[in-house]
């Protein structure tokens, strides 16, 4: 693979699509398992996730259901500081076991913000599921019980992860280039 540019910056080829598929297999594999008899549902965070959430959700070889909602953010009181909530969540929560399906945890502060909504739904079970994550760049406490690949606090695009809304349909992710 090449380096690439998206609009006005280069990337250079990070993870593979083969390590993509390896890696989302492997996390299917533990998910069959784990949730095996229990009808989960999954909850894909949009834009982001749908690649990630495709590619995973066709190897789920048990009953499960896929929903695909939008995080918008907006100031709540001041007891409660930013809220999050989830555009587009057609389904009942309550009773549920619920995988929750992020491209990237960067800082964490979306889900820190989102999943306190989420809990308060009365799931019987969260299973939070991230492509990515950036262990350098997290700055608020969230869960997160599988990780696909811990990677550099720096910037990637590409399956389905954007620059400025830009290279989401590269097939494998893409590192911003030193220069
Ligand atoms: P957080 O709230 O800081 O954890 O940010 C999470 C969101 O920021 C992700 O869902 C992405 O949409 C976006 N994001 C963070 N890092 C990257 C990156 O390297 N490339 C593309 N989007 C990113
Ligand atoms: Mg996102």
């Known amino acids: 693979m090449e380096k690439i540019q998206v609009l006005d910056k280069h990337f250079v ?8 598929e390896q890696r989302i297999s492997e996390l299917a594999f533990q998910l069959n398992e784990r949730l095996k008899d229990k009808k989960p549902l999954f909850l894909a965070i949009l834009n982001g996730s749908f690649m990630f959430a495709a590619d995973l959700f066709k190897k789920i070889e048990i009953d499960a259901e896929i929903t695909f909602v939008k995080l918008a953010s907006y100031q709540g009181t001041s007891s409660t500081g930013n809220v999050v ?5 057609d389904k009942n ?15 964490g502060k979306t889900l820190h913000e989102f999943l306190p909504h989420l809990q308060s739904q009365n799931p019987a079970s969260l299973t939070v599921v ?11 406490p969230v869960q997160m019980d599988m990780i696909g690949f811990e990677i550099d606090n720096k910037f990637v695009v590409g399956y389905g992860l954007d620059y400025d809304g830009f290279g989401r349909n590269i097939p494998g992710i893409f590192q911003l280039a030193d220069e």
């Open 13 to 20: 080829p990070f993870i593979t699509q083969e390590q993509l």
């Open 85 to 89: 909530t989830a555009i587009g969540l």
């Open 93 to 107: 929560l309550n009773g549920r076991h619920i995988v929750l399906l992020e491209d990237i945890i960067d800082s």
């Open 130 to 140: 991230t492509l990515l994550t950036k262990p350098e760049a997290l700055r608020y």
